[in-house]
RNA sequence: GCGGUCGUGGCGGAACGGCAGACGCGCUAGCCUCAGGAGCUAGUGGGAGCAAUCUCGUGGUGGUUCAAAUCCACUCGACCGCACCA
């Protein structure tokens, strides 16, 4: 065995065989429980970067040690490849995006190869891949068909930099996600799918998400945003017409001084027309629209509108109250429009003053102590019924129900559930995706491309230049095409999909990747799924971790799965942070795998991200701590080195009974050791405690060392077999040439995780601590299994305890066994 | 404003309500060595003391308890998400 540790040959020397091998490919096995673990597949953006290194690594660990656990593991990989920056590298550098993506899906490919990852690369996937896209297509169609998806006008968010319209969960403080640049509001006729729909089953089966974190679980319930209220119309005479709002305090009713209209509201014109406000409220309206997104709805900005002119009528008091237009009523949110009940709400509070509006308190606080005469702000606590006719003197939480059974029984009005959850904008005017399977033909209408015509292939031929027209609107070849139903001449809908239509089902196509019939076997779905445990960036929060449970819900619905949920337990890992910040190019402080694999070895880059903090943290890198990492490899191969000729001669049986005191403390240290890593690798994954118990053992085995030259070939077998199997997860490469050179037969990854033995972690002794009033004062080592009773008696004995009851009165003594005594005095 | 997460040595971080600071980094000393930015051994929270030992100490203030980093209340700070959502 070579005395020196030298990473770079051990590690190509066994990723070269494990891959002849193919020790990672796996198949249905009942015999076996399966497990399916996940990480989030990367976008092939060319380099991998120490957030992938830390989320494989995390998912290696977590899939080496379920295989040696017994269990039947599918660990994937794959590639999220469609996606602006290939565009983008087209139209910069000329590249065509299919062969710049392929390149860097071999790139990074071939790093995780060098990370020594245990993938099935019989499973890989990339969602560019017309055997892939094609059923992503078949996807949009079954939404279609279901009625999932459809087209609208509506405002929506335009990327100025992407030239494309972007989703809602992927507008980011006004920006986009993807590129930071402003998002504008632009009318367009889009492609939806029907998100809403699934709004309640998507929150209320949050609640069975038992193994996800409950801060992603928060992310998404605020996300969907449920509020539980009315909805009912105020009459506006003058016009014919009915303006519907929606509250969450029907209570207040009796206190409404105004009704106000977003500025987009379509009744705005109708009100105004002729009236001699109309030109104010067309100046003021303008105003309004220019203003961004982010203006539009902080709520720094101050609350501003104009009256109408016009009066509706509260059908509740039939009194007639002004209509006025306003800054802060968004059309998208509810009906566009909401009454005004500045005595309690803060808001209309602000606005009431502002514009001289009339306030009535028609909630009393439990002390009696409200005036609408002396209060300074909007009251909304809890309260009884005041100025509100037959509701007077009702707990104002009973009046809510009581309103709505009013409002139902004479028809003007119901209980209504609202969400801010707005349906998913789905089409891009982009190049690289999906292309959506719709044919538009002037007799026909709208026409899906039937099942049996996919795919719709994405043309080669392309000229990409930066502009806000979709490239393959130019492409003539793609857009002519013939009517499906009436066989006429027909355009195709030029736009592709939203990326994270194609990351919404990618997970069950891992379980049958290469079905040519369908995009997937529901068998072999039904198998696999949920994932048991799948991992990544808590960025996905509410972006592709909603989709994907959307898109669970419905080929559920659709009977092509049995599960609601695709991903039973989460883990979110924390970013890779160096001196304080996220590592970018722009900050330069960006750490490349590359370079620390080539120095170190991935073993080092592995075991230090995980042992350098707890998975769902935020790590900060260290050089030094980088160091450590691998100065623990070369104390490990010396250790075992000293052992090798020692462990490769002895016999796998032994007696136990034989051994010396030393020889059972290193036994036990090694069991000890099993205990707290099998632990750790099970629900909690504190991989960095797993690591540090490791180094406890080898540490053990250091100062067994020094004790002498005669020992137990046996228990060092034993040791070292265990110690390998151990630390394989972790580091792969290392620990299968080191049980070569020890161990010797097959590989250690195909070994079973070593067993615990209660027998071998008895001690015969222990340490007792003893308390004074809470405090350390002394420690006695005492035979294990000492009663209360004596334990009580032997710390009396102690002379330190002696001096310090002396003359004091024993209120209390209590006694933990195996642990401490902790005696009160007065 | 609403919701979530989290505050522990010089640093990363450990601690089923029961010895705070495991393990690692850094630092100090000794050994080994021609040498070492290699390795091995030992030490390493603050303060006092020659020492045994004492004392303070987990953001802050209270509380529960024989016993609190851990549980409860309030408070301060950091980070994240949502935010004029009616």
């Known amino acids: 065995m070579n005395e020196k540790y030298i990473p770079s040959e051990v590690e190509a020397k066994w990723q070269k065989e494990w891959a002849k091998e193919n020790s990672f490919a796996t198949e249905i096995n009942r015999q076996r429980p399966e497990y399916y673990v996940l990480e989030m597949f990367p976008y092939p953006s060319g380099k991998l970067h120490m957030g992938h290194v830390r989320n494989y690594s995390i998912g290696d660990v977590v899939a080496r040690h379920k295989k040696m656990q017994g269990y039947n593991v599918m660990h994937p990989m794959g590639w999220d490849a469609f996606g602006m920056p290939a565009e983008n590298a087209a139209i910069k550098h000329g590249v065509h995006p299919a062969d710049w993506t392929w390149d860097n899906i071999d790139n990074m490919r071939r790093q995780q190869q060098e990370l020594g990852l245990a993938y099935d690369w019989d499973r890989e996937i990339a969602t560019c891949h017309v055997e892939y896209y094609k059923w992503t297509q078949w996807m949009f169609l079954l939404f279609y068909n279901k009625g999932l998806a459809y087209k609208k006008k509506a405002a929506v968010n335009w990327c100025t930099e992407c030239n494309t319209v972007l989703a809602n969960e992927q507008v980011v403080d006004g920006h986009c996600w993807r590129c930071d640049s402003v998002v504008v509001k632009k009318e367009l006729e889009q492609w939806f799918f029907k998100i809403t729909q699934y709004a309640d089953r998507l929150l209320e089966d949050l609640q069975e998400l038992k193994g996800w974190p409950e801060r992603v679980k928060t992310m998404q319930e605020n996300w969907i945003g449920r509020s539980t209220g009315a909805e009912f119309s105020f009459v506006v005479p003058e016009i014919q017409e009915k303006i519907a709002v929606y509250t969450t305090r029907q209570d207040t009713v009796f206190g409404v001084s105004y009704v106000v209209l977003a500025p987009e509201h379509p009744l705005v014109d109708k009100l105004i027309a002729g009236k001699e406000q109309e030109e104010a409220v067309r100046r003021f309206i303008d105003r309004v629209k220019d203003l961004s997104e982010i203006s539009r709805t902080s709520t720094e900005t101050e609350k501003e509108g104009v009256f109408t002119g016009g009066y509706a009528v509260n059908p509740f008091t039939g009194e007639q109250v002004p209509i006025w237009v306003a800054n802060y009523v968004l059309m998208e949110y509810g009906t566009g429009a909401v009454m005004g009940v500045p005595a309690h ?414 027998e071998a972690v008895k001690v015969d002794e222990t340490e007792i601590v003893l308390q004074i009033n809470g405090k350390v004062r002394d420690k006695i080592i005492v035979p294990v299994g000492l009663g209360a009773a004596e334990l009580e008696a032997k710390a009396f004995e102690q002379e330190k305890v002696k001096e310090f009851v002396a003359g004091k009165t024993v209120v209390k003594v209590i006694c933990v066994p195996q642990k401490l005594v902790n005696i009160v005095i007065k």
């Open 345 to 758: 709400d803060q808001r209309d509070w602000e606005f009431a003053t502002k514009y001289h509006l009339p306030k009535r308190l028609v909630i009393q606080a439990p002390d009696n102590g409200l005036s609408i005469d002396t209060i300074t702000c909007a009251y909304d606590g809890p309260g009884v019924m005041v100025n509100s006719s037959d509701f007077n003197g009702m707990d104002n939480e009973a009046c809510k129900e009581a309103i709505c059974l009013w409002m139902e029984e004479r028809n003007i009005g119901k209980r209504r559930v609202n969400y801010r959850l707005r349906d998913w904008l789905v089409s891009r005017q982009r190049y690289w995706g999906a292309p959506i399977p719709m044919i538009y033909c002037d007799t026909c209408g709208v026409v899906p491309v039937p099942k049996e015509d996919l795919p719709v292939m994405l043309p080669k031929n392309v000229s990409f230049s930066a502009g806000s027209v979709s490239p393959l609107a130019k492409v003539e070849e793609f857009v002519n095409c013939t009517c499906p139903k009436c066989g006429g001449a027909a355009r195709r809908e030029t736009d592709t999909m939203d990326t994270f239509i194609c990351s919404s089902w990618y997970y069950f196509r891992y379980t049958d990747p290469r079905n040519t019939s369908q995009p997937f076997d529901s068998a072999k779905a039904n198998y696999w799924m949920p994932v048991d445990q799948y991992i990544g960036g808590v960025e996905h929060a509410i972006l592709h971790l909603l989709y994907a449970r959307f898109f669970t819900k419905v080929l559920k619905d659709a009977g092509l799965i049995n599960i609601g949920e695709p991903f039973k337990n989460l883990l979110t890992q924390g970013m890779v942070i160096k001196d304080g910040a996220k590592m970018s190019k722009s900050k330069g402080n960006v750490v490349s795998p590359e370079e620390i694999i080539a120095k170190y070895g991935a073993d080092t880059a592995r075991l230090f991200i995980l042992f350098a903090a707890p998975p769902e943290r935020d790590l900060e890198w260290s050089d030094q701590g980088v160091e450590g990492a691998y100065r623990f490899f070369g104390r490990l191969w010396r250790i075992v080195d000293h052992y090798a000729a020692c462990a490769a001669s002895a016999e796998a049986e032994y007696d136990v009974n034989s051994l010396d005191k030393q020889e059972r403390e290193l036994r036990r240290v090694l069991h000890v050791t099993i205990g707290k890593v099998s632990e750790a690798l099970g629900e909690r994954f504190s991989f960095n405690t797993a690591i540090s118990s490791i180094m406890e053992l080898v540490n053990a085995m250091y100062a067994f060392k020094e004790h002498g030259t005669q020992v137990n070939s046996g228990v060092i077998r034993e040791v070292i077999s265990a110690l390998l199997r151990l630390l394989a997860p972790f580091a792969p490469h290392i620990t299968e040439e080191l049980w070569h050179e020890t161990i010797g037969q097959g590989s250690v990854h195909e070994q079973s995780w070593p067993e615990f033995d209660a």
